[in-house]
């Protein structure tokens, strides 16, 4: 598969765990916490969206457009990595409440949900930006060899096969180009 077709569609993976997480969010008041489902979304986006998806871009992709004179700093290349990392402490908010929210606190609840809205919305507009200004700047910026190298480096490290289990459970499993469901499926899903 091209490269950036990959990363775009590892991109439609995490939005629809985007939505299942956002559902969740909506619905925490007057339902027992739902910690199992936290869990398992954390798990998926430390491992994927902050783990291999991260990994791809930051590791492979961005240093051979860098190559290819794009500014690291300051660019699109910078706005995206930032972005990683504001997530990174945003996921950090929610894991940190989890237990408290579990045991009942209106304030660590609160927490989740604002810590959690806060990473659904950053997300969005990251993945945004990236798929209409970052990865059209790729696509016109790489050589067909560094597509290939790209290529070469994808298949070396796939993401982890959990995210497709995840992933199916919550709508669809965009990992094998047959996504599906959506955020309405998405509320279907009980820890
Ligand atoms: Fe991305």
Same mark, same amino acid.
């Not at 982890?160 to 289990?165: F, K």
């Not at 990992?175 to 996504?179: I, L, P, S, T, V």
């Given at each position: 598969m091209h490269p950036i077709q990959a990363l775009r569609d590892e991109h439609q993976l995490?939005?629809?765990? @985007?939505?299942a997480v956002e559902a969740r969010l909506e619905e925490l008041d007057g339902v027992p916490f739902p910690r199992v489902f936290f869990d398992r979304a954390l798990a998926f986006l430390d491992t994927f969206a902050d783990g291999s998806h991260r990994y791809r871009e930051e590791r492979a992709?961005?240093?051979l457009m860098e190559a290819r004179g794009i500014a690291r700093r300051g660019g699109p290349v910078g706005t995206s990595?930032?972005?990683h990392d504001y997530g990174r402490v945003f996921l950090a908010g929610v894991r940190e409440n989890l237990d408290a929210a579990e045991s009942g606190s209106p304030g660590a609840v609160a927490a989740v949900r604002d810590y959690g809205a806060l990473y659904v919305r950053l997300l969005r507009h990251h993945i945004g930006r990236e798929e209409t200004v970052l990865f059209p700047l790729a696509? =016109?910026?790489l050589t067909t060899s560094d597509l290939a190298r790209l290529e070469r480096q994808?298949? @070396?490290a796939p993401p982890?096969?959990?995210?497709? =289990?995840f992933a199916?459970?919550?709508g669809g499993n965009p990992?094998?180009?047959?996504?599906g469901g959506g955020p309405t499926r998405a509320v279907t899903l009980r820890s």
């Open positions: 995490i939005e629809q765990v @985007l939505s992709l961005f240093p990595e930032g972005d696509e =016109t910026a994808f298949a @070396l982890p096969a959990s995210c497709r =289990t199916a459970e919550v990992c094998d180009g047959r996504a």
